[in-house]
C-alpha cells in the first residue's frame, strides 16, 4: 500500500471556445455543448509539446509536495499524443526537472494511462520510494488533422496532470484497485502514426458506458463500501454525458462526479490526474474514500480506491 502525496496540472494559455472551433467546423456552439459539455478547451502554443506540459505540471505538483527532483525515484509518464515514435516523453521529462539517472518509464496510454500509472505507482513505491507519475497530451495537434471529423475535433484539448506516490507518507493511502483490458475492440479507437484519429463513438460510448461503472463496481465491492459512501469520483473527463451515465448506473447523485470538462476538454490521459488537482485545490481529503477511474483506447479500463488516513 502506497500514498497520495499531491497533484499538480499545467493548462496551456490559450482557450478556444465553442464560437471559434464552430466557425472552423461548420457547427453551432450550441451543438457542440450538447454533444459533449465542453464549453472550451485549452491549445498549446506552437513548440509547447508533451514533454513542456509535462515538466510544468510536474513542477507544479513537486511546489505542492514541498519536495525537489532529486526526492524522487522514478518518472512514469503518460501520453498517446507524444511526438515521436521512440524515445518517449518520459526520459526527456526526468532530465529536464533534473532527477538524474533515476528509471524514467513510458506508458503510452491514451486516455486511461494517468490511471494506470497511478496504479504502477502503487506497487513500485515500496521498491523506488516517492514515484512522481505524469500524464501529458498534445491531442490539438491530432484532433484537427485533415480530414476533420467533428465529433472527434469538439472533443480534445492540451494540457498535462501530475501526482506523487509515496510508499511512507501523504493524505490518502491507496487501498484498492481494478484494471482490465480487452483487444476485442483495438479498431474502434486508434491512431496510426501520422494519421487522423479513428474512432467508432457508438462503439466507444456502449462499452465504455458498461465497463466503468463495472470497473468501480468492482473496487468498492472488493472493499466493502457502497458507491453511496464515496466522497467523490474523479474519472477520466470524456465526456459529460458519458459521466452522468456512470452516476445513474451506480446510482450516485451526478454532483458526486467532479467534472471540469467544460472548460478543459478531453486531454485524454491527463485528464483524470488535472481533475484530481483542481479537486484538491480546493478541498482536502474528507474521511470518506474517493475513487478514480478511467477507460480509454485499447479497450482499457478501471478504478483505484484511496481512502483516508484519518
Not at 513505491?125 to 475535433?153: C, F, H, Q, W
Not at 482490465?180 to 484519429?197: I, K, Q, T, V
Not at 474517493?290 to 480506491?305: E, K, P, R, S
Request: hydrophobic share 45%.
Amino acid at each position: 500500500m502506497a500514498f497520495l502525496k499531491a497533484f499538480g496540472r499545467y493548462l496551456p494559455e490559450r482557450r478556444v471556445s465553442n464560437q471559434e472551433l464552430g466557425q472552423r467546423l461548420e457547427s453551432t456552439p450550441e451543438w457542440i455543448l450538447s454533444a459533449c459539455g465542453i464549453e472550451e478547451r485549452r491549445f498549446a502554443a506552437e513548440g509547447e509539446g508533451v514533454v513542456e506540459m509535462g515538466v510544468a505540471a510536474a513542477q507544479d505538483c513537486l511546489s505542492h509536495a514541498r519536495l525537489e527532483a532529486s526526492d524522487l525515484g522514478m518518472v512514469i509518464v503518460s501520453s498517446g499524443s507524444a511526438e515521436r515514435r521512440f524515445p518517449g516523453p518520459a526520459s526527456s521529462v526526468a532530465t529536464r526537472l533534473g532527477c538524474g539517472q533515476i528509471p524514467a518509464w513510458d506508458l503510452p496510454l491514451a486516455s486511461a494511462g494517468g490511471l494506470f500509472g497511478l496504479a504502477l505507482a502503487n506497487g513500485l513505491a515500496a521498491r523506488y520510494g516517492t514515484v512522481l507519475v505524469v500524464a501529458a497530451e498534445k491531442m490539438s495537434a491530432i484532433s484537427l488533422r485533415e480530414p476533420l471529423d467533428r465529433n472527434v475535433a469538439i472533443l480534445f484539448g492540451d494540457g498535462a496532470g501530475a501526482c506523487l506516490v509515496s510508499a511512507s507518507d501523504g493524505f490518502g493511502a491507496i487501498t484498492g484497485e481494478a484494471l482490465h483490458s480487452d483487444g476485442n475492440f483495438a479498431g474502434d479507437l486508434r491512431l496510426n502514426w501520422g494519421g487522423p484519429l479513428e474512432m467508432n463513438g457508438r462503439s466507444v460510448i456502449l462499452q465504455a458506458g458498461r465497463k466503468l461503472p463495472a470497473g468501480i463496481a468492482e473496487v468498492l465491492r472488493r472493499a466493502g463500501i457502497a458507491a453511496g459512501d464515496v466522497e467523490v469520483f474523479l474519472l477520466h473527463q470524456a465526456n459529460k454525458n458519458l459521466i452522468g451515465r456512470v452516476a445513474q448506473s451506480l446510482g450516485v447523485p451526478a454532483g458526486r462526479f467532479y467534472c471540469n470538462i467544460e472548460r478543459c476538454g478531453n486531454t485524454s490521459s491527463a485528464s483524470m490526474l488535472i481533475a484530481a488537482a483542481d479537486y484538491f485545490a480546493a478541498q482536502a481529503m474528507t474521511a470518506k474514500p474517493v475513487v478514480f477511474a478511467a477507460f480509454g483506447a485499447g479497450f482499457h479500463w478501471g478504478a483505484v480506491l484511496v481512502e483516508s488516513r484519518k
